[in-house]
């Protein structure tokens, strides 16, 4: 075998060899991108977990203060309701005594 045989030779296995190490540094790039898409994944599932649990968790509040707010309005509506038929009545029972003052002698 000649020299240059010899040095064509070694330049195909050196060829060779960077092929196999490119091929598997593609398939260690495919690997690392598989795997932060998996994770990555996993990080949208988790945020759209607790996104959800954080909207039930304030619809829950809300509900809760709406209540909260109808059961207040609906005890200050009673009490001016009570207050006004009250007054009502004061004023009905003053009617009444001006009118019996009026007619009666």
């Given at each position: ?37 998996a994770q990555a994944a996993g990080i ?45 009545g004061a004023k009905l029972g003053q ?11």
């Amino acid at each position: 075998m000649d020299v240059s045989s010899k040095v064509l030779s070694e330049l195909a296995q050196r060829e060779a060899a960077l092929d196999a190490q490119i091929e598997a540094a593609r398939e260690e790039a495919r690997q690392t991108v598989a795997a932060a898409e998996a994770q990555a994944a996993g990080i949208m599932r988790d945020a759209e977990a607790q996104a959800a649990a954080m909207q039930a968790q304030h619809d829950e509040q809300l509900a809760a203060e709406v209540a909260r707010i109808r059961e207040e309005s609906g005890a200050q509506a009673r009490e001016q309701a009570q207050g006004t038929r009250e007054q009502a009545g004061a004023k009905l029972g003053q009617a009444v005594e001006t009118i019996m003052r009026a007619v009666l002698p």
